[in-house]
């Protein structure tokens, strides 16, 4: 007989002690092989004194069990709380947020009524970092980040969780025909890891015309996986349009911990009253099963509420008199869907899930472990100039490359200036606007490609300062196996 | 009587001259006050050997006109060919990309009935710099940039657009729940243009609430302006679910020069058959009509093309038995246009714009030379430090932290250490993967805020380089009059 799971609940505010009971009562009636560690999160621990609305020893019960069940919690109005979800995600990098986007036509009102989609969003990187300088008078920045062993890590993920719900393709989309370097390594390694799922479709869509398609036709699509801020935006638009927001849950996933909960919040102002939806903590719930490998319950469960659904049974978020044929309460639903174990529903798709022979090889956890951050390739990795930015407003582009040129020497001199990502020095063109904000590139004096060292930049930079010039950055460029690591201006 | 505005008109390839032909038509039995100059672009340009698709006189017409009425090109087949767009638009600084978005039904399909949004698209910053650098082995790097005076352009210029066309609404989309600094102030600087314009509402969206919001209930929105990649994703779903990419034109504005075409390609197929709709193309000459103010013809063209598409008389590209009468050819659909000069459309809502006083006060050039490119604001600007980023992967986050401490000295000490945004010395978690790509934040030895200069900046590059470590770039720290202009590490 299967071993139980231990995993850690927290039952949450507002409506969140009910919708967890009500799911938990589920879980138990349709066999699922649980041992539940109970913590307590949210609005009392924040009150409390702790500004992450989680203790300390609660970390530990999440470290041991890796799997995390979370009822909605109620964050107190004023400062100085700061999000528990962002706390547990980069605690404990929590690097894929997984979210199934689905119509339940005609049961929920939707435009679109064939729509199953999941969108698992990159969760760490891209512009999310919130690394930002403001560099000058009118400029300011935000780095993008795009890893290769992040992208392995979502892009690996996005297929095992393919293969394990029984889905038939992932796409991709990025911008990498204008961001060559980070977008293109994105769409780089999903096509290196789709190569490893044979089984599986892939394809690769560039992200405003992919975008555009899913917004209009999203039958066409079935796993996306998406960089942070694309997946941001698209999972909000799918989740709106699928007409399931109240419906919906969501997984992030780490590569030893995972978290499971409803994208609805606390709603405290229906708490205590037995009104509420715990459709969405009850789907989360499905793909905690799915991932600590018990999809035999999950698809028990996931069966079941689809026909209580398509009965007509339906709390008063979802009830509508053309629809619908029962109003009932949190725990009269709860009972539906417990009577209704074991079948499958007549109208609405069936699922089936992929069971691990094990109690943690799931959707997300049996690989995360072998080689997922690959060991790095050897790169030869050569130093081959220097952008030297800076915040200047004296004049024209020829006007600062007079001056910038003073600066040449010890074996670097300058090549271009560039504005905004625009050559504008030497052989510019007058209607350029040009900011206060000048990328000035110095490359070795026997020209670019020849080696120059980091001493050498040390001291461009020491003759800069001592000419008076604010240097606001630099970024050093680099040929990666004699090939440039980094971009040109636009002419 | 009011003068005629000189314009240039480019013919393109594939069906441009035909649909440039129905649209000089139309226009010219309009009463629009126009000289036209002709030039040559597109294929046989590029044929002939010019990489850009476009010869230098022709240039000339361009900065003579200030106005190009554009049909569409046929790049040819093969590399070195480079965007005609892309090549004006860097060459005269075209800063805004505007998109009407538009909803005919019942006489083109659509999932949305009732939308009529413009999408007003930052053109020239943003990630579209396509400034980037790989820098380690495992983490490349984009630079996002967001500047004060392309922002005041942008939102100007949506303000403006709407007051000339009568509408009544302009929405920001942006991100500064995350970007405070970068996303934040093109949030801040559309609040201050926005109060410039008491007759116009203003409101402001989290770009990932707000997309799904226009995706779902596209008649809440009316101009929607958006930074460069916002506007590009959802420019593209935005004509998506209107369902009129065909019918669709676009403006692309600079201060000075100003471009208006259809939204479709020359689609050679359909060349010299006299089937092609002239409607995108027609759309974007109405466009150009506010924008050098003359709104009354605008008007009058555009009702009247509202008449004939409501009468059924319609070009193969839109002909439905449903809801067609008549399917004509190009020629014929101009003739049907002009047949109905005078008239409102019945079912579909008619337009009005406003006119200018002069050939050139409208939509677009009248604000731009009055003080778009604000003075810079007198700010006080201190160095308080500096990121130095590091290529490393030698150890952990502690043994990083030793090695580095001993590069304080000469004023300067290390304070704290992140990876890929978040803090992970001194006091991270074991759980935080770590890149290769560290970041290194030194400041003034009596503590944050002090002032640091920028030869000991040179300094402790210079120890660095002697110490052998690689550093791959820096990002100085300033304060603005006394605020910090930096992100701080997630905990």
Redesign the interface.
């Given at each position: 007989m299967a071993q139980n799971t231990p995993i850690t609940v927290a039952h949450g505010d507002g409506i969140g002690p009910e919708i967890m009971e009500a799911t938990l009562h589920i879980l138990k009636e349709a066999g699922a092989r649980l041992d539940i560690e109970t913590i307590e999160i949210g609005e009392r621990v924040y009150l409390a004194g702790n500004s992450a609305g989680i203790e300390p020893g609660a970390f530990d019960s999440l470290r041991r069990t890796k799997v995390f069940l979370k009822a909605p919690i109620t964050t107190p109005q004023g400062g100085g709380y700061k999000s528990l979800n962002?706390t547990v995600r980069?605690?404990?990098?929590l690097?894929a947020n997984v979210r199934p986007c689905v119509s339940y036509h005609p049961f929920v009102r939707t435009?679109?009524p064939v729509m199953d989609v999941v969108i698992v969003r990159e969760n760490?990187?891209d512009?999310?970092?919130?690394?930002?300088?403001?560099?000058t008078?009118?400029?300011?920045?935000?780095?993008?980040?795009?890893?290769?062993?992040?992208t392995e890590k979502i892009c690996r993920y996005a297929f095992e969780y393919a293969r394990a719900n029984g889905r038939r393709k992932v796409t991709c989309f990025t911008?990498d025909n204008?961001?060559?370097?980070?977008?293109g390594?994105f769409h780089k390694v999903f096509d290196e890891v789709a190569a490893g799922y044979p089984d599986i479709e892939n394809e690769h869509w560039i992200?405003?015309?992919g975008?555009?398609?899913l917004?209009?036709t999203p039958e066409n699509f079935d796993v996306v996986v998406l960089p942070n801020?694309?997946g941001?935006?698209?999972?909000?638009?799918a989740?709106?349009?699928a007409g399931s927001v109240g419906l919906a849950g969501s997984a992030n996933i780490?590569?030893?911990?995972a978290m499971f909960e409803a994208i609805h919040g606390s709603a405290p102002r229906r708490a205590g009253q037995n009104v509420a939806n715990p459709s969405g903590l009850l789907l989360g719930a499905v793909m905690m099963l799915v991932h600590i490998g018990q999809g035999d319950i999950a698809a028990r469960v996931h069966n079941a509420w689809l026909r209580t659904l398509e009965s007509g049974v339906h709390t008063y978020d979802v009830f509508d008199s053309a629809a619908s044929k029962e109003k009932v309460g949190t725990r009269e639903f709860a009972e539906a869907v417990v009577s209704r174990l074991g079948q499958q529903p007549e109208l609405l798709k069936a699922v089936s899930y992929k069971s691990g022979g094990d109690g943690g090889s799931g959707g997300g956890s049996s690989f995360a472990g072998s080689g997922t951050?690959a060991a790095?390739?050897q790169?030869t990795?050569q130093a081959v100039g220097v952008d030297l930015y800076l915040?200047w407003?004296q004049g024209t582009a020829n006007d600062l490359g007079a001056a910038v040129a003073g600066l040449d020497g010890d074996g670097l001199k300058l090549s271009s200036i560039a504005n905004?990502?625009?050559k504008v020095f030497p052989g510019g063109?007058t209607?350029?606007?040009c900011?206060?904000?000048w990328?000035c590139r110095f490359v070795g004096a026997a020209g670019e490609g020849a080696s120059v060292?980091?001493?050498q930049?040390?001291?461009l930079?020491?003759r800069?300062?001592?000419a008076g010039?604010?240097?606001?950055?630099?970024?050093?460029?680099?040929n990666?196996d004699g090939q440039p690591?980094?971009?040109h201006?636009?002419?």
């Open positions: 962002v980069k605690t404990f990098g690097y435009k679109h760490e990187e512009v999310y970092g919130g690394i930002e300088y403001r560099q008078n009118q400029v300011t920045q935000c780095l993008k980040l795009i890893s290769r062993p992040g911008k204008i961001m060559k370097i980070t977008d390594l992200v405003d015309i975008a555009a398609k917004s209009d801020l694309y941001d935006v698209l999972s909000d638009v989740a709106q349009i780490g590569e030893t911990i951050a790095p390739q790169v990795k915040d407003a905004r990502g625009v063109h209607e350029t606007f900011s206060d904000h990328r060292t980091h001493a930049i040390a001291g930079l020491a800069a300062a001592a010039f604010d240097y606001i950055k630099i970024e050093n460029l680099y990666f690591g980094y971009s201006a636009k002419e």
